[in-house]
Every structure is written in C-alpha cells, then in structure tokens.
C-alpha cells in the first residue's frame, strides 16, 4: 500500500473559511494539494470579497453562502453539492462563536440565549451537517470539526465555550457510533492556540500562545497548515480504521501540567 496522502476522486465540503489564516484554510489548502475537489462557502456579503479569491486560489467547485444559524442555507449547500456531484467524501466543520460579553464572562453569569445560541452555532450545526452529509455518503465518508483542549480541562478564559467544546467532542463520539455502519468516520481535531481572527476574541490570547510555547514540548505552536495535514491524513484512506477520536495538533501542549 502506498503512503502518500491522494484524495484524488473525493469531493467535500469546507464550512468556515473566513480568511487565509483560519483553520479552514488550512485545511481546504491540504486537502486540495491532496487531490480533492471543494465546495468552499462563505458566512454572508460582508465575507465574501474575503473568501472568494481563496476560494478562487483553491479552485472551488462550489462557492455559495452559509450561515449555519440559518439551518435552510445549511441544507441549501448540501443540496449544491448533491447536484453537482451526487455524493461528497467529507465534511469539514470549522466554526464556533459564542456573544463576546459572555464569552469574557463567567460561565456561570451566562444567559440562557446566548449559551444556547452559541451551543446551536458551534456544536449542533455540525450534528446538522452530519445527518445531511449522511444522505450524500452511500459509499461512507469523513466527518471532521474543530474543538480545543478547553473541553477537557479548565483553561483561564475560555469560560462558556469550554462546555460547549466538550460536548462537541462527546457529539463527535456518539455520531461515529451512530454512523460506523455506514463507513462514516467522525472525528474532532484539537489544534493548539494560533494566531486566527477566530482566536482573537479570547481575552488574553496572546499571553496564552506565550505560556503554550513555554510549556510544550516541541516549544512552539501549530499552524492552520498544521492542522490541514491532519484533516487530509484522516479524510484520506490511510485513516480508514480510526474513527471518534480527538486528534490534538498542538506541538504535545495537552499532555503537559
């Protein structure tokens, strides 16, 4: 068996690309260097004079909005996708937002509406992609989307958005289940902290890229383009045994105190 990475014949779609230094770019880069074809969205107006040209570079065969907030945009890409290609091999989820006041807040001064809205926006909207994406993987398929280590411990300032990761992590695990049988692998990537515009609404975001490199053992910190090569690795055959895990990208930071 060969080992280099060939997505060549698959085709899937990229949720979350804002800009040329998000996660999701990272990743469509990846997978389209691999061989894949993309259909690459975009939030609203305001996003699209940003993504089209990367969508563009990329060579998307679907360009089209979304807002995952609005579930017929959701299902409407996943439509495009059906009419241009019949079926897709993967998925990749790499959205999360949550109100900045409460997010800068205490998890437990939280609204019910904004915890709610935020779980809705970054962790239900990729069980959304997955039931649609079930229907477009007759011959099985992967599933992947973006969580952080502040699901599993306590890291300063992360506050409502740790909770909501780790039930990401645990919908990862319960959707593997669910859709083993169909040869649907589910997985969420775990990068450490990077520089995205994402990132930036994190209150003392730098001082924690600062005290990762510090502490981690390859003393540096992880890449969009980092986190593009795991996804290619695990949508790619090479990864056809493993399935509802999460897959740190984060230079070894998670196994250190």
């Not at 990367?54 to 679907?62: D, F, M, R, V």
């Not at 599933?143 to 039930?167: C, F, Q, R, T």
């Not at 990068?191 to 730098?206: K, L, N």
């Not at 502490?215 to 992880?222: M, S, V, W």
């Amino acid at each position: 068996m060969g080992l280099a990475i060939d997505l060549n014949g698959k085709r899937g779609i990229v949720l979350g690309l804002a800009n040329a230094q998000s996660i999701a770019f990272g990743c469509a880069q990846a997978l389209r260097e691999a061989g894949a074809q993309l259909c690459i969205s975009y939030q609203n107006d305001k996003a699209r004079p940003h993504v089209a040209p990367l969508a563009q570079e990329l060579g998307a065969s679907i360009f089209q909005a979304c807002d995952v907030s609005h579930p017929e945009e959701l299902e409407q890409l996943f439509d495009a996708a059906h009419k241009r290609w019949g079926s897709i091999d993967f998925v990749v989820h790499s959205i999360a937002w949550s109100p900045l006041d409460e997010l800068h807040g205490r998890l437990l001064d939280s609204s019910p509406q904004g915890f709610a809205r935020a779980m809705d926006i970054s962790c239900h909207s990729f069980i959304r992609a997955a039931r649609l994406a079930e229907a477009l993987m007759p011959a099985g398929g992967t599933l992947l989307s973006m969580s952080y280590y502040g699901a599993e411990k306590v890291v300063d300032h992360y506050n409502m958005m740790g909770p909501i990761k780790a039930a990401l992590e645990s919908s990862v695990r319960y959707l593997a289940a669910e859709l083993g049988g169909m040869n649907i692998r589910v997985h969420a990537l775990s990068p450490g902290p990077m520089p995205t515009r994402a990132a930036s609404g994190i209150a003392q975001f730098d001082s924690l890229m600062e005290s990762t490199i510090a502490r981690a053992p390859l003393h540096r910190l992880g890449t969009p383009q980092d986190v593009g090569a795991m996804a290619a690795f695990l949508v790619s055959d090479l990864a056809a045994n493993l399935t509802g895990s999460t897959h740190y990208v984060d230079a070894g930071d998670h196994i250190m105190l």
